[in-house]
């Protein structure tokens, strides 16, 4: 911000030469209505990095990188370190926009030296040492690890180090030692519900890699969809599936791509329940007699797998057999979550079954099957993994729980004996703005309480991406960039809290994921463009910089028409960001007014923004009469029209020092109570400031005359 | 525009309700200073097609397309045919962002109903009928094709005709009728000066299909890179490619992947100059002796293989006939443009063999080359082709000549009885306008006095990417948009000539090709953040988006640096748009200032443009001051300044209906000479534009007092 401040001044001159002072609130706003993003992070005195490492010490100067930069390696020969090196340098060469050959690996005294003292196994595991050290001066970099994973992630930090400078690209000297605080740190993706394409899981595997999270969980049925390839029983993907699936040979594929970004893949197969899919193929798996079609619409379903049938379990022994082969992680998920038991109580030999066995309800019924199908696991050298629900004290504690439920019920579990993983409070699909997330440490909360050989057992978390509302093109923009600070939570030290900076550097993180090809930033203005139908999006893009899609669970109840697997994916609530940046920009400006605290060019922004908003209906009105998909958000226009007009009367009562009359403060409020309420699924996220404006210029204190 | 037109009426209302007619300039600038982009096509009365189809009339009402869009097939059973369908549903499903798996192949009575009598074959071949009609009626639509080709170009013209409307995607009910005017339509990619991924000959592939071009001519070996694997000569590609060739699978599915597409794929191995990379694994086949090393610096180099020796021709033969293997097309580019001689000149067993065998020049000696080397090409069951300088008497007729020296030689090659192929004024690396190319007609010039006879062998013609220049990040932004505008003319009637219409089409097909994941838009921004170090480009690209790279060759002596094929590609001129769409808005706006034909908002667009030039380089500064790659285009931005503050004080001349003096025309018109001179190979694109508003208001007639 501080290089801003030059133009007011100089500005000044030109004034006087014009003789028109009111050009100067023209010009102004001309020039600061585009400078809504914060200061450049280069102009920042320590490194933009996230996670954010253990421990960092700044030095003094700059390596450069340059075309002829090279990189050695020292230690026992490593087939994927060289692997990670070469992709290391192909980074390197498209951030820096250097597409130099000779940037490149050399046998000795490379400018980044690179020495580890074992190799890794080829598969990652829970647990392995993934520390490391990086060095830089402004002579060369020395990056040390234990092993292979250490060395791929302080590769991952020094990219993150490189910036330009005046002096061409470089990264500032530092000393780092680094290391995670918790072994497992995943993202799930849904497959299930949406077939999520094979680039599409490349590409954030790459993301995961930049941001040093190392699990990927696969949610890979569910009563959507069947997704992946069984040829011990292929009328799975065959019925199951509308033929998006991946086959073995893609999923042996994707497992080798993830192992060499020191990624682990643990497949879920969600059962009993959640399983709709499978019986289409195989209704005599299921609880009630069918025929099964794929479900199509979102929820519990009743259909489960009958618990009661030996044939089930030799059903899911051969199966778990073939999957466990295929999938090389020491995990195997079998979900286990949602159960409404319908289909059991409907069914009387299962009632019958419960009666003859003196299983007392469903639960233990699902308990039952939990401990089978936990054996047939064990027997394919698994340890079992589920959700809360699994968690019964007769299964053995190697298995691994899930919390979703909250943290309550993870500390229970690890009471009990069991290690664990949180995800609650890490639904990225309940599009929840990034410091809640933040806020949620796996140890707080009834954690916290833990005995430390407890808390041991609390392995980490996981960010839970599931697919009801998001299709290939707008996926990555729900992921990221809130799953890079989710990520810092997993990483860092638990010290590590600080909300504005971590906006900061998730903003300049997400950018540099674009390097990735992960499309959250550049989805946004396609999808924009095909709902006006041109490249003429300014005025839908303002309405869109300041809308969120409304949170939680609330959004299938807000649909405009029943919401399905085939619903179009296309609607401004598609389309925007989880969380608006304009907002929050908005809210840290607005505040400077509320406390007094004003800094200069601020009140020409906000006025900017405030004309722009109030103006939003004239500006969108072209676009809506052309297009259906613009159309349906005019009501929300209006409401953003009426919050910049509230905003720029309350800044008038602000400026004159004129206490707002009562009865237009309560107008106002009572226009801002029923703004509150969604419009077409959408929040204007710019109300809390507009509303604190309006509450400001109401409270002032009367002038006395 | 025309909806434009309300603003400044609603907004007089607003001003009004504020008592200061001086925030009138304020809004009007803030609302126009957004609207840059011309009105959308949508509310064109016809669609926006391109290439324009041989003939079109419009019905009445529209064919809405819903998330149950069905297409049906008949005719005989066509594998390829279905491909493309499969393919036409996901770009349909893409542009539309409906996810809709019931949007499918029907049996019968699809809404789309293609029809074809005969299927062509799977791999394309020059002259086949590519001739189709389409009928759209609310009711539904019939695509009728003699082959599968036709039906093939009729999918891509439908994806071209649905757009959003009030009512949802739609297309509008149209009858047409159309086939190429020239069946040679190509698109040559150079490999060799800058190796090109796979991703990036697919994504292209996929661009030539949406605009019906038909010939990849891919340019695979050059001085510097040999980009194929010889299985027969493996130095080749070991040696001489820095690693980076394609594999003889890759090559496979390229030519699959084409022929999906009614592409034909046409290798060049260039010979016997621009061939200094084949020299570094076999330098025997050179007429010096070595040792070569890969060439980095661009040119015309003396190495040449040694036609005198009969091993070249053995090594010539095993290579062809393993090429000739591989690449399917009937056709064999031989290169053989720019052989400077020098090494054939020095080199003493050369000028020996000239005597002995009564070869008067290098020509010659060339010219005997060719013939051996057609002989083997012919002997392999391909026709030969080549560029200009292979054309000598004794060449069999049935040989192809493409023409980069001008469409006399190409004129005088057809009279001889050759047939030939335009590339002159389709050289796209050389950085012109498109309405520079879309002016070159295969049959004007000199072959418009050729009879009808000899104007069929005049096949069609070929844009050129060589690609000295570019890198596989910016490359697409060379090809396109330009590309769509020279596919029209090869295939729409010569009649279509209409500058401000292609503009206009073209325009939207830029970014109808974005769905197809081609960068030329998207890359722009990511080099500009590069450039910057952070998301704050405003400044950057004002400045940008009026910059053009210097056109013709003279980018190469205007380099900062001695240019190599290891250059960094990331500097302003990689960045900037060929052709400035700014600058050509710009024009149309000045144009009518000096015409005095001015439309309402048209002066206060002009202003906000030339205020933000003025003040370009106070905006840009921050930046600069972080960042090498800004800071050498300060300059620029000072030369944009000195543009914006002519422009604004002419402007005030005009408003005053005040002659400006003559020594200020003088001053004016001394720095727009001075700032004509390209500065760090950038040149302003508005310059021309200002200069007029300069001349008009210096030649206003003197005020009568």
Redesign the interface.
């Known amino acids: 911000m501080r ?2 401040f ?2 007011p001044a ?1 500005f000044a001159a030109r004034i006087e030469r014009q003789g ?1 002072i ?2 100067r ?3 102004l ?3 600061c ?3 809504l ?1 914060p ?5 920042q005195e320590t490194p933009s990095l996230m996670p954010l490492p253990a421990s960092l010490q700044m030095g003094s100067g700059q390596l450069a990188i340059d ?1 002829s930069f090279t990189v050695s390696l020292s230690g026992p020969p490593d087939a994927r370190l060289e692997r990670a090196v070469h992709r290391f340098l192909e980074q390197l060469r ?9 940037m490149k690996t050399v046998h000795e005294a490379g400018e980044l030296a690179i020495q580890i003292d074992g190799v890794a196994r080829e598969i990652p595991e829970l647990g392995e040492d993934e520390s490391y050290s990086l060095i830089v001066t402004s002579n060369g970099a020395t990056l040390r690890a234990p092993t292979t994973l250490g060395a791929m992630h302080g590769l991952q930090t020094f990219l993150q180090l490189v ?6 690209f470089a990264t500032p000297a530092v000393s780092i030692q680094d290391k995670p605080r918790f072994p497992w740190r995943g993202l799930m993706i849904d497959s299930g519900r ?1 077939f999520m394409p094979l680039d599409m899981i490349r590409r954030n595997l790459d993301g995961m890699e930049a941001v040093k999270l190392n699990v990927l969980h696969w949610h890979l049925s569910e009563n959507q969809g069947f997704r992946v390839e069984s040829k011990k029983f292929p009328k799975l993907q065959e019925m199951g599936s ?1 033929g ?1 699936f991946y086959t073995q040979a893609e999923i042996r594929d994707i497992i080798a791509y993830a192992a060499d970004r020191g990624i682990r893949v643990m497949p879920e197969f969600d059962m009993p329940g959640h399983s709709t899919a499978w019986f289409v193929g195989y209704p005599e798996l299921a609880s009630a007699p069918g025929p099964y079609e794929i479900e199509r619409h979102w929820g519990v379903f009743d259909p489960a797998m009958d618990p009661t049938k030996e044939s089930t379990y030799k059903f899911l022994d051969t199966f778990i057999a073939e999957m466990a082969g295929l999938f090389p992680d020491k995990y195997f998920h079998i979900g286990g979550d949602e159960v409404n038991g319908k289909q059991w109580d409907g069914n009387p030999q299962i009632q019958q079954f419960l009666r003859t066995h003196n299983i007392k309800d469903n639960a233990d019924l699902q308990a039952q099957f939990n401990t089978r199908v936990q054996k047939i696991v064990s027997k394919y050298g698994k340890l079992m993994m589920g959700w809360d629900e699994i968690l019964r004290p007769d299964l053995p504690k190697n298995i691994v729980v899930q919390s979703w439920r909250g943290q309550e019920s993870l500390a229970d579990a690890v009471k009990q004996g069991y290690s664990g993983i949180l995800s609650s409070g890490y639904y990225i699909d309940l599009m929840q703005p990034a410091a809640s997330h933040y806020a949620v440490d796996p140890l707080s909360g009834a954690a916290a309480s833990l005995s430390p050989e407890e808390q041991k057992r609390i392995l980490g978390g996981e960010t839970t991406m599931w697919a009801e509302w998001v ?1 290939p ?1 707008n996926v990555d923009s729900r992921i990221w960039p809130r799953t890079a600070a989710i990520a810092e939570r997993f990483w860092s030290p638990q010290s590590v809290t600080d909300v504005d900076s971590m906006y900061e550097r998730m ?2 993180e997400s ?1 540099r994921l ?1 390097w990735l090809d992960l499309t959250h930033n ?1 989805s946004y203005l ?2 924009l ?8 999006i ?2 839908l893009k303002t309405l869109a910089d300041v809308s969120e899609t409304v949170k939680g669970y609330s959004r299938e109840e807000l649909s405009p028409f029943p919401p399905t ?6 609607r401004l609530p ?1 389309a925007v960001r989880v969380e608006s940046m304009t907002a929050r920009q908005f809210s840290l400006l607005t505040d400077q007014i509320v406390s007094g605290k004003m800094k200069l060019g601020t009140e020409v922004r906000i006025r ?1 923004l405030l ?2 908003w109030r ?1 939003n209906p ?2 969108l ?3 809506a ?5 613009v ?1 349906e958000f005019m009501p929300l226009a209006h409401d953003l029209s009426a919050l910049g007009s509230a905003g720029l009367q309350a800044l008038d009562y602000l400026d004159r020092g004129e206490r707002a009359p009562e009865d237009w403060k309560t107008e106002q409020l009572a226009m801002l109570e029923k703004i509150k309420k969604p419009t077409s699924q959408l929040e204007l996220a710019v109300l809390p400031a507009i509303q604190k404006l309006v509450e400001a210029a109401a409270n002032q204190p009367p002038v006395t005359p």
């Open positions: 290089l801003r030059h133009y100089q028109d009111n050009m609130l023209t010009v706003i001309l020039l209505g585009l400078f993003v200061a450049s992070p280069a102009q075309p498209r951030q820096t926009g250097m597409v130099a050959l000779d910036r330009i400078t005046p002096q061409g949406h509308d998006l299709s093109e903003e300049v950018r674009d550049s396609v999808m463009r095909r709902m006006v139908g041109s490249d003429d300014a005025a697997s085939l619903s179009p994916m296309n598609d900017s004309l722009r103006d004239i500006d009105e072209p676009a009469m052309r297009s259906s998909l159309k």
